[in-house]
């Protein structure tokens, strides 16, 4: 098992910067390939930002591109999200979530097998 809990969410005027983490527990975290997703009201859950076990490799949505930046510390169980730049259409909850094994694609959501809870991010204009 494993548990996700965001952190770091909340109200910010276009044009600035928050940092989003999730602390991961289990002994397995740095085995793992995690990513973000984000969920607005009335839209499907969208791919953000992934990073591989070892944070050789990232992957970002093609809205976010060159905005955040996913980076992870697998001595604290953590995995961070910086977003800059922020517009009002990146409001929405975010979720860190954790790989399965058996994933094919990041993008996918349905290749996550463990979720936070989630952490609101609203982008005032």
């Known amino acids: 098992q494993v548990q996700l809990v965001e952190s770091g969410g909340g109200l910010v005027q276009a044009g600035g910067s928050l940092r989003l983490s999730c602390t991961a527990s289990?002994?397995?975290?740095?085995?793992?390939?995690m990513g973000w997703f984000r969920q607005a009201p009335g839209k499907e859950r969208e791919f953000v930002a992934a990073?591989?076990?070892?944070?050789?490799?990232?992957y970002y949505g093609d809205s976010v591109q060159d905005r955040f930046t996913i980076s992870r510390d697998n001595t604290k169980n953590t995995v961070s999200l910086q977003m800059n730049s922020l517009k009002p259409e990146d409001t929405a909850v975010y979720y860190c979530?954790?790989?399965?094994?058996?994933?094919?694609?990041?993008?996918?959501?349905?290749?996550?097998?463990?979720w936070g809870q989630g952490t609101q991010v609203t982008v005032s204009s």
């Open positions: 990073i591989t076990w070892n944070g050789r490799n990232t």
């Open positions: 979530a954790k790989q399965s094994i058996h994933a094919m694609t990041y993008r996918d959501p349905l290749g996550y097998d463990f």
């Open positions: 289990g002994r397995t975290f740095s085995n793992n390939n």
